[in-house]
């Protein structure tokens, strides 16, 4: 699928546009442009590369389904909440026929921020609240810290490539994340 | 009701994926400052290091005394195209280094044991830390002792083609039986395979991986052992 791009790549608005005129352009350029942003996603959650490649695929279905009536502002932004929850569904599938060995990476992160039994707040919290506080605590970080942990805990990169494409150290980013994820557990808990 | 952690963890994973688009943007279009240093730095290293080479060249002949001359007036010229190849022949006559002989498997172990261990990176190899296997990374680790996991990245696709060919064929593991050692070899492709050219002799056994036709213990021929130090020595 993913072919070399030679020319200029596309701004998101563009590509769009190509959704909506129902031309299969759309997805070769949604793939130059993020596909393999989007695959390692993917492979982050999945750790195998085929399962990836096919959400990968499904990623492009769902959303050549979804435009027209959808138009992202962020196009990027739109194609990884779709691969992450298609991957994320399926690593439950492969999880319940018991075909998936241990955790895959955001599982065992973050389960440092569920609060223990006694936190009622996280237990009452309703569909999309838990979603609004997560908002609510990136706000209030600093860019940097705030793209370590999208890259991380929604784009399921790994350490090595946060560190590699930020040009920060490992141990800083492994550091960074950790300290986030206490304050998160602390925010969670007090239910902000 | 949020009942068990599972239960919780499914639900705070679900609720990660509602961030904000625009923090999402945000960290996709993070410009990737260090990539383009780092394609920089390169430029500069690449052309520092020809420089030295050449330097290097130059200060060698100078110091052994070769003359840059097209001809060299001392010495007459040969008669025949016989006494040309042979002298051709002795001029570039070189004693190949002790190292250079192909190692067999025992002697990859030794070669390996001279390599000076501070040059290469350390992984951790403790069940749940093993992060090499998933990053991306081809690399060759062994150890000694089973405290310190050593590793050299193996770069370059034919390199990683040729590696993986190796285990394809069955007659690049030679068994082997009877020796009390603890050196233990493994190769991680960094997609979760890791393939074992060279068993740890005390235990026999592979914690994880697998290899085709599995020999309980075993070393890779010389070929491949040669190949495998080649790829560890740079």
């Not at chain 1, 982050?44 to 490649?53: C, F, M, Q, R, T």
């Not at chain 1, 223990?116 to 605590?137: P, Y």
């Not at chain 2, 996709?28 to 060249?57: D, P």
């Not at chain 2, 991306?136 to 060919?165: H, M, P, S």
Request: proline fraction near 3%; aromatic fraction near 10%.
């Amino acid at each position: 699928m993913r072919r070399k791009v030679l020319k200029k790549v596309m701004q998101d608005v563009e590509i769009v546009e190509l959704y909506w005129q129902r031309d299969e352009a759309a997805i070769h350029e949604s793939d130059a442009k993020y596909g393999r942003n989007l695959e390692r996603t993917s492979y982050g959650i999945l750790l195998s590369k085929p399962d990836a490649e096919e959400c990968l695929q499904d990623t492009y279905l769902a959303a050549w389904n979804s435009m027209p009536t959808d138009r992202p502002e962020f196009l990027g932004a739109y194609l990884m909440k779709i691969i992450r929850n298609l991957s994320i569904d399926r690593y439950r599938a492969l999880r319940s026929k018991k075909r998936y060995a241990g955790d895959t990476l955001i599982y065992e992160e973050l389960s440092d921020c569920i609060p223990d039994s006694g936190g009622t707040v996280f237990e009452a919290m309703e569909k999309g609240e838990l979603s609004k506080l997560i908002n609510k605590f990136l706000e209030g970080l600093e860019k940097e810290k705030r793209t370590v942990f999208v890259r991380r805990y929604f784009c399921s990169e790994s350490i090595k490539d946060i560190s590699r494409s930020m040009g920060i150290g490992e141990s800083k980013v492994k550091s960074m994340l950790m300290r986030m994820r206490q304050r998160l557990y602390e925010a969670i808990k007090e239910g902000e | 009701m949020k009942d068990n952690f599972k239960e919780k963890l499914d639900y705070l994973v679900d609720e990660m994926g509602g961030i904000d688009e625009r923090y999402i943007n945000e960290a996709l279009s993070t410009v990737s400052k260090q990539r383009k240093i780092s394609s920089a730095k390169l430029f500069v290293l690449s052309a520092a290091v020809i420089c030295a080479l050449v330097l290097s060249v130059f200060v060698g002949a100078a110091v052994s005394g070769v003359k840059f001359s097209p001809k060299n007036s001392s010495e007459k010229a040969p008669d025949s195209l016989e006494q040309s190849e042979q002298l051709t022949s002795d001029r570039l006559h070189v004693e190949p280094p002790v190292n250079s002989e192909a190692p067999s498997g025992d002697i990859l172990r030794e070669l390996v044991l001279s390599l000076d261990k501070n040059s290469f990176e350390t992984v951790k190899y403790a069940e749940g830390e093993r992060d090499f296997l998933f990053d991306r990374q081809v690399r060759i680790i062994w150890t000694f002792n089973k405290e310190v996991y050593y590793a050299a990245t193996v770069t370059g696709e034919e390199n990683i083609k040729k590696l993986e060919d190796y285990f394809e064929n069955e007659e690049s593991i030679i068994s082997t039986t009877g020796q009390a050692e603890t050196f233990g070899m493994w190769v991680s492709f960094g997609d979760g395979r890791v393939l074992i050219p060279y068993l740890l002799y005390d235990s026999g056994g592979a914690v994880f991986g697998n290899l085709p036709d599995y020999i309980p213990e075993g070393y890779p021929d010389d070929d491949f052992a040669n190949f495998i130090f080649s790829l560890i020595d740079g």
